[in-house]
């Protein structure tokens, strides 16, 4: 499928796409992009600039959080990718809420959220028709930035297709400090299902809904993992040849990690993903964690 855009890069033919929130994730979709896109990297850091370049993008220097700064990036690309968090703070998103009073009408937009939005399913699997119940402040914001993406998308005959991610694991990515540190994982009577998802497949995934997704839709970027939470650690403590984690009752256990590690401690859930395969054709390359922690 063709992409249109009405904004191309002057002499290289090229139609431009704007990243936004360029960290881990962005700067494994930049390889996958930078042959069919001109790419605009959005960073609040003048010492990242160099390394956007050489990853073939062209920074850009703006602040979601302070609106002024966006007019640079207004109507810079009909094509964008929103991987930037919310603010640690609020029930609103305001950084989405600031990009989107900045988007042209009419682009097309991938922005990636969290399964958090779903809140604890008690282990039940789940798809994306699923009613959102967020338990915790930051997929309170997630909801409404969602929410909020899809309003401007009917108003302004744009697109958006939302990615609702799990745990992202791969290099760089792994839970190191925690093992080395003999932080518990939940004893198996108390411990609850988690998903989870490889960052180059996630990558993959961004580019599939890019091209392949349809407005307001959401899709799970999730593989095919169907694990634990403490299994999960005991994989990666394998494979790193540190000792596993000791299991403690989730009563025990609360007094001693921390309230956002805790919040995922209490939430349990399976995502189907079966419409991000029959959808937008995506294979995953690292199917299980288990596939993912050998490479």
Known sequence: MKMQNKNSAGKTGKPRLLVL?????????????????????????????????DAGAIPVIADLDRPATLARIARLAQTIVHLAPPQSDGDVDRRTRNLVAILPDGARLVYVSTSGVYGDCDGEWVDETRPLRPRNARAVRRVDAERTLRAWAKRAHGRVAILRVPGIYGDGRLPVERLKNGTPALHRNDDVYTNHIHADDLARMIVAALFRGASCRAYHAVDDSEMKMGDYFDAVADALALPRPPRLPFDVLRQQVSPMMLSFMSESRRLSNRRIKEELGVRLRYPTVADGLKK
Not at 32 to 48: G, H, M, P, S, W
């Open 21 to 53: 929130g360029c960290g881990d994730v962005g700067m494994r979709l930049l390889p996958l992009l930078r042959d069919k896109f001109r790419i605009f990297a959005v960073t609040t850091q003048e010492e990242r600039r160099q390394a956007l370049r």
